[in-house]
T-cell receptor
Framework: DAGITQSPRHKVTETGTPVTLRCHQT?????MYWYRQDPGHGLRLIHY???????DKGEVSDGYSVSRSKTEDFLLTLESATSSQTSVYFC???????????FGDGTRLSIL | DAKTTQPPSMDCAEGRAANLPCNHS???????VYWYRQIHSQGPQYIIH???NNETNEMASLIITEDRKSSTLILPHATLRDTAVYYC???????????????FGKGITLSVRP
């Protein structure tokens, strides 16, 4: 399995609080992605990164920000969490724009 | 990216081959076919991908028709641990740019029975 660690694995928090999810990789891959998975919607891309400090928006980026200060870490931040952001969040990595993406085990986030 | 069509579910007996079909009739010449699977509560797992030729790896074989409008994922000897949702995804091969997102549909639920 690809060396991807997501933390925390589970989190429950309240509406309006900031939340940061971390994705850590040991593969030295250039590309990193954040997806969310919700019933009826499949996986949807939130943000992605194509290098240190190089990030861009995906299809559902509103309410989320990301940062990548090191190759191995990609952080996803919910500045002020809302109940609609309750979801399972997956990080993925790949070593080329046309190479397969490999996923972490996910973070289950509940916002009350 | 081209859309894909998969039946919602299928089952097979343990030890037998599982043949999972996928239609992608609007696929373009520069689009790859990818297969992923997701076992309950886990992240999606990459299985295999191909462009024109059939492909085989330690997990599965991918058979792409000559007109590329459909493909079949073959698990040669299915086990109970292969029970999962399998996603067929078509993705354009990028020459430039960085957004190479995967678009997951509903997939096909494979149930392997003892």
């Amino acid at each position: 399995d690809a060396g991807i660690t997501q933390s925390p694995r589970h989190k429950v928090t309240e509406t309006g609080t900031p939340v940061t999810l971390r994705c850590h990789q040991t593969e030295n891959h250039r590309y990193m992605y954040w997806y969310r998975q919700d019933p009826g919607h499949g996986l949807r891309l939130i943000h992605y990164s194509y290098g240190v400090k190089d990030t861009d928006k995906g299809e559902v980026s509103d309410g989320y920000s990301v940062s990548r200060s090191k190759t191995e870490d990609f952080l996803l931040t919910l500045e002020s969490a809302t109940s609609s952001q309750t979801s399972v969040y997956f990080c993925a990595i790949s070593d080329g724009r046309n190479q397969p993406q490999h996923f972490g085990d996910g973070t289950r986030l509940s916002i009350l | 990216d081209a859309k894909t069509t998969q039946p919602p579910s299928m089952d097979c007996a343990e030890g037998r081959a599982a043949n999972l079909p996928c239609n992608h009739s609007t696929i373009s010449g520069n689009e790859y076919v990818y297969w992923y699977r997701q076992i309950h509560s886990q992240g999606p797992q990459y299985i295999i991908h191909g462009l024109k030729n059939n492909e085989t790896n330690e997990m599965a074989s991918l058979i792409i028709t000559e007109d590329r409008k459909s493909s079949t994922l073959i698990l040669p000897h299915a086990t109970l641990r292969d029970t999962a949702v399998y996603y067929c995804i078509v993705r354009v091969a990028l020459q430039t740019g960085a957004n190479s997102k995967l678009t997951f549909g509903k997939g096909i639920t494979l149930s392997v029975r003892p």
